[in-house]
């Protein structure tokens, strides 16, 4: 196979990318877009297997390669295959770590053997700049690993581990010792870059690692979905650094691509938290937000219904919004409330559903679980178009949200103020199902459940819901 042969197939793989990026934008072409995806990737790969044999000059060192396709490829059908669409989030933060592991691991092996990569000739220095690039892409790479390690661990919730707990971890001087890691890291990496010493490359890696770490966990758990999209950037920009020192247009290509798709969304999540895009990037947000702030809290009193209450209500409606969240998913209710919705259409209801950018744990959450209850697209709204609706809805139905239908965002002082919301508490008559009163993610109370006009039907969701359809006459 030519080089030019190779250019070529590395160019139809990276419009497939491209193709794929704007297949995903929209959710009715959005199975387009993951064909080109798997297309692209399908072409790079052989490619790849067909490059690595020329320059070996067997096929000898191929069958590493198949090995590691054919383990990397089950594992990841596997996981695909058994995660449940609540833990999808974590999968997300697993596979970054995953794509930041490697960039660490190919520039450990590309320094210690550059001549096998085509980097430099055997016995002689690595040019300066592919030194840079190793040093950046290492460097990105282990803070994505590490600090999706700790993301993972938050989405989780279920480990006793400090780190892995939703609430942020904050210390005094925090910041300064950021700022000091993060010069020191730079500093080894330029030494590297200036005298190969192995001893600075490892030393920065370490200091990368821990900095990964001391980025994320000040973060609460409310601010998951931006980590997310952020550590999805970080894990791009790896890739293109390495892909540099490499001499691989895909990579660069690919990783340049998921880089800025990531920022671009980064920036889009945190304009729909009031967050500061900056301080996202420097991890120096989040920590003022955290589980536990209402728990302290007396009690207070709600007015309570039935599954039956709420049938009813909806039933005599001419107008239904509905506001799903991540209680929603944990239940997998999506099924059972496409039958709501669709019993209520039949009975000439108007029914749409409310999207927030944040609701759940990682952006498009949501929209993937409707997608999945084969939801009418035409029936979803974001946020901007649907908010007007509100005040002329007769019903508005919140099935696990709460922060992101919070008015305590529209009031100064508190930790979520600025943050854009659904306005349900706008809509006539306020039905929201929860299994209990305990605060959201970001451990604030919400005012939307002791309003009069609210209704609270305590529960699990895909239950709630069920008895809701049985109900509607």
Known sequence: MSLNLVTLLYLIASVCFIQALKGLSHPTTSIRGNLFG?????IAVLTTAALIVKLAGSPIGLGYVLAG??????????????????????????????????????????????????????GMEIPAGNRLELFLGAAIGAITFSGSVIAFGKLSGKYKFRLFQGAPVTFAGQHMLNLVLGLATLGLGLAFMATESWPAFFAMLAL?????????IPIGGAD?????????????????????????SMLIIAGSLVGSSGAILSYIMCKAMNRSFFSVILGGFGAEVGPGEA?????????????????????????????????LAVARAQHAVNELAEKLIHKGITVKYAIHPVAGRMPGHMNVLLAEAEVPYDQVFEMEDINGEFGQADVAIILGANDVVNPAALQKGTPIYGMPILEAYKAKTIIVNKRSMAAGYAGLDNELFYMDKTMMVFGDAKKVVEDMVKAVE
């Open 295 to 327: 728990g302290g809290k007396e009690q207070r009193h709600v007015k309570s219904g039935s599954a039956d209450d709420a049938a009813y209500i909806l039933a005599n409606a001419e107008t239904v919004i509905i506001v799903p969240g991540y209680g």
């Open 69 to 122: 396709l054919v383990i990397g490829g089950g594992a990841g059908a596997y996981m695909a295959n058994k995660v449940e669409m609540t833990k999808m989030p974590e999968l997300v933060a697993f596979m970054h770590s995953m794509i930041g592991l490697a960039a660490v691991f190919i520039a450990i092996a590309a320094v210690a053997e550059p001549y096998a990569f085509g980097i430099a000739p055997k």
């Open 224 to 248: 998951m979905p931006v980590v997310v999209s952020m550590l999805n950037s970080y894990s791009g920009w790896a890739a293109a650094g390495i892909g540099f020192s490499l001499n691989n």
């Open 208 to 216: 990368a690692f821990v900095m990964g770490v001391l980025i994320i």
């Open 38 to 42: 798997m297309t692209g990737m399908t």
